[in-house]
């Protein structure tokens, strides 16, 4: 496609609830980035994939997190028993190099999650 | 570690005003800096980047330059539209050895009015 595109645009989940959130990023793009970006501030790392490897998931904040990208294309974000504070939301991005990514990256608009 | 300091907003101006929005780092080795800008209701876009010492970057009126000795990217408009309103933020991004991954500042929120 011509941009990332992220689904479902807004998520509201009760506590406890498993939610997943797709990322479809730009067609060929071999790396893509989950960020978490909270009320008020800026996007923090969550997790990195090359192709359908997982490289680096130090920002995941806990194991109730688990992200995948089983053919190096669409990536899935899952959060299980979602708490209150996983409230924000959540960015996926793109970028057709594997490393030294100078240019940036290309970023979707995002998935609102809202857990009451 | 590797961190973003940015001015806290919102910066409130008038149409044609003079931008300056400040933003600091703290990096190990030398990093590429953007600005990212996010407009109501959408996500981040790059607005301009600089990848070395005393580059300047420059998109839409706005410019940035890389100052080393100072370790400082502001970001610079000289006449400001209503358009402009929107959130800024300033990264940096390094290479781990796994991942390039960016780090941002909070963001400042601009204001323009008429």
């Known amino acids: 496609g011509a941009g990332v595109s992220q689904s479902p645009r807004y998520k509201v989940a009760k506590r406890g609830q498993d939610v997943a959130l797709r990322c479809d990023p730009i067609s060929g793009h071999v790396s893509l980035f989950w960020y978490q970006q909270a009320l008020g501030q800026g996007p923090e790392f969550l997790t990195y994939?090359?192709?359908?490897?997982?490289?680096?998931k130090s920002g995941l904040p806990s194991d109730r997190f688990f992200a995948e990208r089983p053919e190096g294309s669409v990536s899935t974000l899952k959060i299980q028993r979602t708490q209150q504070e996983d409230s924000a939301v959540y960015l996926c991005?793109?970028?057709?190099?594997?490393?030294?990514?100078?240019?940036?990256?290309?970023f979707g608009s995002g998935t609102r999650l809202t857990v009451v | 570690g590797n961190s973003v300091t940015q001015m806290e907003g919102p910066v409130t101006l008038s149409e044609e005003a003079f931008l300056t929005i400040n933003c600091t780092y703290t990096a190990t080795g030398y990093p590429s800096l953007f600005w990212y800008v996010q407009y109501p209701g959408e996500g981040l876009q790059l607005l301009l980047k600089?990848?070395?010492?005393?580059d300047k970057g420059s998109n839409k009126g706005f410019e940035a330059t890389y100052r080393k000795e100072t370790t400082s990217f502001h970001l610079e408009k000289g006449s400001v539209q209503v358009s402009d309103s929107a959130v800024y933020f300033c990264?940096?991004?390094?290479?781990?050895?796994?991942?390039?991954?960016?780090?941002f500042g909070t963001g400042t929120r601009l204001q323009v009015t008429l």
């Open positions: 994939f090359q192709n359908e490897a997982q490289l680096d």
């Open positions: 990264a940096l991004i390094f290479y781990t050895g796994t991942a390039s991954k960016l780090t």
């Open positions: 600089a990848t070395k010492a005393d």
């Open positions: 991005a793109s970028s057709s190099r594997l490393v030294f990514a100078n240019y940036g990256y290309t």
